[in-house]
């Protein structure tokens, strides 16, 4: 397996405009994770999802974020729109029949500057 | 809610070394216990864990942990450290059934 897949890999991008990080999860994996990673707040979590609905986004900064899972194989996080303190790395990780006690595999991650 | 202390951010040591990355947590239940590490420019990858079961937990890269769950700490430790080992090295707790929370991190440099 590729693992999990993140695209794209580094976006800079203007205040204001709309920003869009997409996932491809490990086939067969039921929980997916994202999170955002940032010197002074380190690794948050953000929302995960179990088999495709979302089950806590309490991490979820504001309503300027928004994440979807159309399907298994597919998440997206929003972000619009957006402003420069949202720069951070965005991991997406998934997991398999489990919630917390279980591996979760990480993507390389999405570099996100906005100027 | 569970939190999770890294007590140091940066652990420089000399390679073939031993070295022991401090971490504590704090949880009104039972928990799982996870260290992870990051690469340069990588996601976090899973070291070890503890669910339940014996306190010391052997993992990948000869790295090992052990759960004090009197002092509510999970060190790891590694008798031997490599250049390669230099990464960022992450310790997470989760409650069961509840999110997964993240130590601020400790950057290992292993000099030669």
């Known amino acids: 397996d590729a693992g999990v897949i993140q695209s794209p890999r580094h976006e800079v991008t203007e205040m204001g405009q709309e920003v869009t990080l997409r996932c491809k999860p490990i086939?067969?994996?039921?929980?997916l994770f994202w999170y955002r990673q940032t010197m002074m707040r380190g690794l948050e979590l953000l929302i995960y999802?179990?088999?495709?609905?979302?089950?806590?986004d309490s991490g979820m900064p504001e309503d300027r974020f928004s994440a979807k899972m159309p399907n298994a194989s597919f998440s997206t996080l929003k972000i619009q729109p957006s402003e420069p303190r949202d720069s951070a790395v965005y991991f997406c990780?998934?997991?398999?029949?489990?919630?917390?006690?279980?591996?979760?595999?990480f993507g390389p991650g999405t570099r996100l500057l906005v100027l | 809610a569970q939190s999770v202390t890294q007590l140091d951010s940066q652990v420089p040591v000399f390679e073939e070394a031993p070295v022991e990355l401090r971490c504590n947590y704090s949880s009104s239940v039972s928990v799982y216990l996870f260290w992870y590490v990051q690469y340069p420019n990588q996601g976090l990858q899973l070291l070890l864990k503890y669910l339940s079961g014996s306190t010391l937990v052997k993992g990948i890269n000869g790295f090992e942990a052990e759960f004090n769950k009197s002092q509510t700490s999970f060190h790891l430790r590694k008798p031997s450290v490599h250049i390669s080992d230099t990464a960022e090295y992450f310790c997470?707790?989760?409650?069961?059934?509840?999110?997964?929370?993240f130590g601020a991190g400790t950057r290992l440099t292993v000099k030669p």
């Open positions: 086939s067969g994996h039921d929980y």
């Open positions: 997470a707790v989760s409650e069961r059934n509840n999110d997964m929370r």
């Open positions: 990780a998934s997991s398999f029949r489990g919630t917390f006690g279980e591996t979760q595999y």
């Open positions: 999802f179990n088999n495709n609905v979302p089950i806590d």
